[in-house]
């Protein structure tokens, strides 16, 4: 696509529940990064992947926190039994290559945990 | 990884004025970016500025990369350069800075 592309834009949960946000990098970009931006405060880099890999899962907080990529396009992140501290602006960044070529960002996930 | 840091953390400007935002970076890195997050959460990108100068209207950038650091120009600041700027530098991934908190007074 023309842009990075992030669904859903808006998502209210109740603590406990599974959510999944997605990422549609632009096309032709084999890189992928996800962040979180908590209320006022800086990026938080959580997960990236080079292709369909995720070489560095370091920043994922915990284990209710997971990542795929498959066709080396779309990205999924999952969050399992929500928190109210997962609640964040979750997002997504594409570049051509691991480490190379411009970043570019999506408009982001806003998720709210009751 | 690498550290990346910004200052001065936060700035208040009146409407006109000129103002530097400085960027400090540990290690040699591939490649720097400027953003800009306006206050509605968007990330702009401003500057993909490795080395040298480069001119975007009333903003500019220079690089030094020997000497580990990117300064970014704003003049005749207007209310709408409000928001955050984020400075990232390109090792094997993208490190941030805590970014620049900018307020243009009208």
């Known amino acids: 696509g023309a842009g990075v592309s992030q669904s859903p834009s808006n998502k209210v949960t109740e603590k406990g529940k599974d959510v999944e946000l997605r990422c549609d990098p632009i096309s032709g970009h084999t890189a992928l990064y996800w962040y979180r931006q908590s209320l006022g405060q800086g990026l938080e880099f959580l997960i990236y992947f080079q292709g369909n890999s995720a070489p560095d899962k370091s920043g994922l907080p915990s284990d209710r926190f997971s990542a795929e990529r498959t066709g080396g396009s779309v990205s999924t992140l999952t969050i399992q039994r929500t928190q109210q501290e997962d609640s964040a602006v979750y997002l997504c960044?594409?570049?051509?290559?691991?480490?190379?070529?411009?970043?570019?960002f999506g408009e982001g996930s806003r998720l709210t945990v009751l | 990884g690498i550290q990346v840091e910004q200052s001065p953390p936060d700035l208040i400007l009146q409407e006109g004025a000129n103002s530097t935002l400085r960027c400090n970076f540990s290690?040699?890195?591939?490649?720097l970016q400027w953003f800009h997050q306006n206050p509605w959460g968007q990330l702009i990108n401003l500057f993909y500025?490795?080395?040298g100068t480069k001119q975007n209207g009333r903003l500019s950038a220079t690089t030094v990369a020997t000497e580990r650091y990117s300064l970014l120009y704003i003049s005749s600041s207007q209310t709408t350069d409000s928001g955050v700027y984020f400075c990232?530098?390109?090792?094997?991934?993208?490190?941030f800075g805590t970014g620049t908190s900018l307020t243009v007074i009208p």
């Open positions: 290690d040699s890195v591939n490649n």
């Open positions: 500025i490795p080395s």
């Open positions: 960044a594409s570049s051509l290559a691991s480490g190379t070529g411009e970043l570019f």
């Open positions: 990232a530098v390109i090792g094997n991934q993208f490190y």
